[in-house]
């Protein structure tokens, strides 16, 4: 029998509007039923005047839930937390202290340390040392077969958090944040981390805590940032979740990977330091273009200049690619990349087939520096872009089929153009039209038909999540992504009966091969691509 789930709360600064949170705690506890537990962090007193908190103090107002809080930030707050190992500040309102575990009777593990980082010696009152964060790794870490703990509980956040993961907005997560909070979400690899401090709401794309193929899969981590209570510009101040306790979970259903997981943003930055020292900032990857000989029998690549590297004895020095800030699946210059399945490279992008294809020629259109989506590329990479996708529709005209391309540029950190071959027999270019729309009003997405020769850069702009739909015809449809979008909405369609009829392909980890097989088929499609491909000499 699967285990009940508790229901939390987690809050940003409160500041000292307790009337404002806990009234909106009772309107939500009113609506969805009662939830177990509140925890606050950030600053939960404010500068105002004390009248409202010694109205919970005496017992004149109580809150309606048991709430625990994180220590002070500043000096100014000290006052408050007399305890340093914790205590009742008023009724169902408790101190967890300076730092610990607390367990609950569930078995719910929840980890906290409260103040902000400090590197001096004495450290104040409201920070916390390397001795602390030390103090506390050590402890969990002595505990037999540690895999983890279930909740976190930090006012700063921790530095590079944003690396691999959606935009933090106006938080620069290189420069804000605590390098000691980084290392110990490192270590002790959270399922869910809360912070605040920064007055925004931000809920990171989940991420792996283990390596790829290295390691045992692991649990993933949800770093959610929450904003001030009662901000005027309505920022999420409240977060509401269900948690099975890890020790009660099945493993297997622990480990489950979420489809949007993105790689470790600490792994890079906390393996060579040590607790007492800052984290290194991330050191930028030399720029380098990078070409191989797929086959000695396609001829050589182009050099960067777009001539041939022998013609020239003074080649001129490429421009300086856009880097990740980390480890990136598709840059061709990454170790991550699964070369085998690159079957043609020009000066600024690269084609690859897909994994796990809609079909056996299901290949990507995809940049060599680090691009997120197509309103950010340059110029001579927009061109290059272009030129694939002629050469693609010419190629794929040729064995009787019409391409669809798509992007979807949310949940995704480097621009992969789907490119997939639809046999004429099959349906017409209306036909997938209609498809499109049917099923995206059916889901409520509003796909917006716009302009033959209109280019995208006109409509989103940089950072903007979108989903866009390229037919054969030049036509193109787009969604502007708002709140959350189906990951596999562009395989589901085009895999419909409608379209290609394999509705058992609409998700690709479903139509995963073996890596000989891979191979197999990426040497066909070169063969058959050769004479179309221009990045090859004459």
């Given at each position: 029998?699967?285990?009940?789930?508790?229901?939390?709360?987690?809050?940003?600064?409160?500041?000292?509007?307790?009337?404002v949170?806990?009234?909106?705690?009772?309107?939500?506890?009113?609506?969805?039923?009662?939830?177990?537990?509140?925890?606050?962090?950030?600053?939960?007193?404010?500068?105002?005047?004390?009248?409202?908190?010694?109205?919970?103090?005496?017992?004149?107002?109580?809150?309606?839930?048991?709430?625990?809080?994180?220590g002070?930030?500043?000096?100014?707050?000290?006052?408050?937390?007399?305890?340093?190992?914790?205590?009742?500040?008023?009724?169902?309102?408790?101190?967890?202290?300076?730092?610990?575990?607390?367990?609950?009777?569930?078995?719910?593990?929840?980890?906290?340390?409260?103040?902000?980082?400090?590197?001096?010696?004495?450290?104040?009152g409201y920070?916390?040392?390397?001795k602390?964060?030390?103090?506390?790794?050590?402890?969990?870490?002595?505990?037999?077969?540690?895999?983890?703990?279930?909740?976190?509980?930090?006012?700063?956040?921790?530095?590079?958090?944003?690396?691999?993961?959606?935009?933090?907005?106006?938080?620069?997560?290189?420069?804000?944040?605590?390098?000691?909070?980084s290392?110990?979400?490192?270590?002790?690899?959270?399922?869910?981390?809360?912070?605040?401090?920064?007055?925004?709401?931000?809920?990171?794309?989940?991420?792996?805590?283990?390596?790829?193929?290295?390691?045992?899969?692991?649990?993933?981590?949800?770093?959610?940032?929450?904003?001030?209570?009662?901000?005027?510009?309505?920022?999420?101040?409240?977060y509401?979740?269900?948690?099975?306790?890890?020790?009660?979970?099945?493993?297997?259903?622990?480990?489950?990977?979420?489809?949007?997981?993105?790689?470790?943003?600490?792994?890079?930055?906390?393996?060579?330091?040590?607790?007492?020292?800052?984290?290194?900032?991330?050191?930028?990857?030399?720029?380098?273009?990078?070409?191989?000989?797929?086959?000695?029998?396609?001829?050589?690549?182009?050099?960067?200049?777009?001539?041939?590297?022998?013609?020239?004895?003074?080649?001129?020095?490429?421009?300086?690619?856009?880097q990740?800030?980390?480890?990136?699946?598709?840059?061709?210059?990454?170790?991550?990349?699964?070369?085998?399945?690159?079957?043609?490279?020009?000066?600024?992008?690269?084609?690859?087939?897909?994994?796990?294809?809609?079909?056996?020629?299901?290949?990507?259109?995809?940049?060599?520096?680090?691009?997120?989506?197509?309103?950010?590329?340059?110029?001579?990479?927009?061109?290059?872009?272009?030129?694939?996708k002629?050469?693609?529709?010419?190629?794929?005209?040729?064995?009787?089929?019409?391409?669809?391309?798509?992007?979807?540029?949310?949940?995704?950190?480097?621009l992969?153009?789907?490119?997939?071959?639809?046999?004429?027999s099959?349906?017409?270019?209306?036909?997938?039209?209609?498809?499109f729309?049917?099923?995206?009003?059916e889901?409520?997405?509003?796909?917006?038909?716009?302009?033959?020769?209109?280019?995208?850069?006109?409509?989103?702009?940089?950072?903007?999540?979108?989903?866009?739909?390229?037919?054969?015809?030049?036509?193109?449809?787009?969604?502007?992504?708002?709140?959350?979008?189906?990951?596999?909405?562009?395989?589901?369609?085009?895999?419909?009966?409608?379209?290609?009829?394999?509705?058992?392909?609409?998700?690709w980890?479903?139509?995963?091969?073996?890596?000989?097989e891979?191979?197999?088929?990426?040497?066909?499609?070169?063969?058959?691509?050769?004479?179309?491909?221009?990045?090859?000499?004459?």
């Amino acid at each position: 029998m699967a285990e009940k789930p508790l229901r939390l709360l987690a809050c940003g600064d409160v500041e000292g509007k307790f009337d404002v949170l806990f009234n909106r705690v009772r309107t939500i506890q009113k609506k969805s039923g009662n939830f177990d537990l509140l925890l606050c962090v950030g600053n939960f007193f404010g500068s105002t005047p004390d009248a409202e908190w010694e109205e919970y103090k005496t017992g004149v107002k109580k809150a309606p839930i048991q709430t625990y809080v994180l220590g002070a930030n500043n000096q100014e707050t000290v006052k408050y937390f007399q305890d340093v190992d914790g205590c009742e500040l008023a009724e169902n309102i408790t101190y967890l202290g300076r730092k610990g575990v607390f367990t609950g009777s569930s078995g719910l593990q929840i980890v906290y340390l409260s103040g902000t980082e400090s590197l001096n010696e004495p450290v104040p009152g409201y920070s916390f040392s390397p001795k602390d964060v030390f103090s506390l790794r050590t402890t969990l870490w002595s505990t037999s077969q540690f895999k983890g703990v279930d909740i976190l509980l930090t006012s700063p956040w921790p530095k590079y958090v944003g690396n691999f993961g959606n935009s933090s907005g106006e938080v620069d997560t290189k420069k804000c944040g605590s390098a000691l909070i980084s290392s110990l979400a490192t270590g002790l690899k959270p399922r869910y981390h809360f912070a605040a401090l920064e007055k925004t709401y931000y809920e990171r794309l989940p991420y792996r805590n283990h390596i790829i193929l290295q390691e045992n899969a692991q649990h993933a981590t949800r770093f959610i940032a929450l904003a001030n209570v009662g901000n005027p510009e309505k920022k999420k101040y409240l977060y509401a979740f269900s948690i099975v306790p890890m020790k009660l979970m099945d493993v297997a259903e622990l480990v489950k990977q979420p489809p949007d997981v993105t790689e470790n943003p600490y792994r890079k930055f906390v393996k060579q330091a040590s607790i007492g020292k800052q984290i290194p900032a991330p050191e930028e990857d030399s720029a380098c273009q990078f070409f191989f000989d797929l086959n000695e029998k396609q001829g050589r690549k182009r050099s960067s200049t777009g001539r041939d590297s022998k013609s020239s004895p003074h080649p001129k020095q490429p421009r300086k690619l856009p880097q990740p800030p980390g480890p990136c699946w598709f840059c061709l210059a990454s170790p991550e990349v699964e070369k085998h399945l690159v079957v043609s490279v020009g000066t600024h992008c690269y084609l690859a087939l897909a994994k796990g294809g809609l079909s056996d020629d299901h290949v990507l259109i995809l940049p060599i520096g680090h691009y997120q989506s197509v309103v950010e590329l340059s110029a001579e990479v927009v061109e290059e872009v272009e030129q694939y996708k002629a050469t693609l529709r010419r190629f794929f005209k040729s064995q009787g089929k019409r391409c669809i391309l798509f992007e979807r540029n949310y949940k995704s950190h480097h621009l992969q153009l789907q490119v997939i071959p639809v046999p004429l027999s099959r349906c017409a270019t209306d036909d997938i039209k209609d498809a499109f729309i049917t099923q995206a009003q059916e889901q409520q997405i509003e796909l917006l038909e716009i302009p033959e020769h209109s280019d995208i850069k006109q409509i989103a702009q940089p950072g903007a999540a979108y989903f866009y739909v390229e037919l054969d015809t030049g036509e193109k449809l787009f969604h502007r992504i708002k709140k959350n979008f189906p990951l596999q909405f562009g395989r589901e369609v085009l895999a419909s009966e409608a379209i290609l009829n394999i509705p058992d392909k609409s998700d690709w980890r479903q139509c995963q091969i073996s890596k000989e097989e891979e191979e197999t088929l990426a040497r066909h499609f070169r063969k058959d691509f050769e004479p179309f491909d221009f990045t090859l000499d004459d």
